[in-house]
């Protein structure tokens, strides 16, 4: 299960999905145990209803931000359905931060209007910025 999240940046609440491809199935058959659930799928449910495992993250270490998988990453897999909690988000607007108009409009052009308009840039012949 882990190598097949190897390299994944994953958020608490992501769904990571596994399985589906004969290429993710050959990446987890080094391990024995998924041989033997693959062989099963393949032969006994056609495959039907299990094209595509999918898993909720319900919770990381650190709590805030990305948390890449790595080898030293110790994954814990629930047999048992969970339900996820909607934790409240603060939604902050630009508004709400005060004095800091140039950096605001600083902020709309180098970051959101390359991701929004990337057309803008191509129609212009120039590379959209990389970085703030």
Known sequence: F???LLGRAIFKGDI???GG???RKRTLSANPFFD???SMLDENMMGFGFGDLKFIVVDTQP???????TDLTQVTLNPEAVEMRDEKVLEVTYEDVG???????KVREMVELPLKHPEI???LGIEA????
């Open 36 to 38: 033997d659930v693959f």
């Open 2 to 4: 882990k190598q097949g």
């Open 129 to 132: 910025p990389k970085g703030v």
């Open 63 to 69: 709590k805030q931000g990305p948390v890449i998988i």
């Open 99 to 105: 004095g800091l108009q140039e950096e605001i409009v």
């Open 16 to 18: 990571v999905s596994l």
């Open 21 to 23: 491809t004969r290429r």
């Open 121 to 123: 840039f191509e129609r």
